[in-house]
């Protein structure tokens, strides 16, 4: 079956370090892979998407790539900062032609001044 | 802001209610969607609508029962719900191309819903 798995324990980094949160999958060839933000009592924001054929996205301090042989997306943000603390989900797209979009439970980020 | 709403934005109820949770999108978006997001769970895409017209029901059971009356509302009409159906309920809509895979969703703030 179709699974996601991005890392479930919490990632803390000293601010000003470049943060690193993985997304891997299995049993899929997503043509679309998506990041997004939430934070604690709010919905998901929306932040990169990347295509299969691209191998990075870059959008101000944000970097995604997309490995589709390892079937893993690498997020990062550099020169973090505390603000960036969230929850950040990666999405891939079911593959089926709809409009369905499958979420990982998502990565909490702890930015420490 | 993201330009989607929901009401309310707390619910409790028990389990021989009726209630509905209600969307509304000022985006001009033509696809909406109801997700069911757990702790340490996955969101879960309960239901799609694209141009008014249901396109996705994800095996959600019968106590969950969506209305999209026009291309801005959706609703979730709620009834004998269960203890574990408490959860955040997020809307979201995007602006669907026919035969495309989806831009970004613009979700909303959410309903936590507490079912006793």
């Known amino acids: 079956s179709q699974k996601i798995e991005q890392n479930s324990e919490a990632l803390n980094i000293q601010e000003g370090k470049t943060a690193t949160l993985t997304c891997n999958y299995t049993?899929?060839?997503?043509?679309?892979l998506q990041w997004y933000r939430q934070d604690p009592g709010r919905g998901p924001v929306f932040l990169l998407l990347?295509?299969?054929?691209?191998k990075e996205k870059r959008k101000e301090r944000l970097k995604v790539t997309f490995d589709t042989t390892l079937k893993q997306s690498l997020f990062h943000i550099t020169a973090s900062q505390p603000a960036d603390s969230a929850t950040y989900l990666c999405?891939?797209?079911?593959?089926?032609?709809?409009?369905?979009?499958?979420f990982g439970t998502g990565t909490r980020l702890k930015v420490l001044a | 802001e993201t330009g989607v709403t929901q009401t309310p934005r707390h619910l409790v109820m028990g389990m021989t209610n009726k209630k509905s949770l209600k969307c509304e999108q000022h985006?001009?978006?033509?696809?909406m969607y109801w997700y069911k997001q757990s702790a340490k769970k996955p969101l879960e895409l309960m239901f799609v609508?694209?141009?008014?017209?249901?396109?996705e029901n994800n095996s959600v059971p019968s106590r969950f029962s969506p209305e999209c009356p026009n291309s801005s509302h959706l609703f979730l009409h709620l009834h004998t719900l269960q203890p574990e159906d408490s959860a955040l309920y997020l809307c979201?809509?995007?602006?669907?191309?026919?035969?495309?895979?989806?831009?970004?969703?613009?979700f909303g703030p959410g309903t936590r819903l507490t079912v006793l």
């Open positions: 979201a809509s995007s602006q669907e191309v026919i035969g495309g895979r989806s831009n970004e969703q613009f």
């Open positions: 049993n899929y060839s997503p043509a679309y």
């Open positions: 990347i295509r299969e054929n691209e």
């Open positions: 999405a891939l797209d079911s593959g089926s032609g709809t409009y369905k979009y499958i």
């Open positions: 985006l001009g978006h033509n696809a």
């Open positions: 609508y694209s141009l008014e017209e249901r396109v």
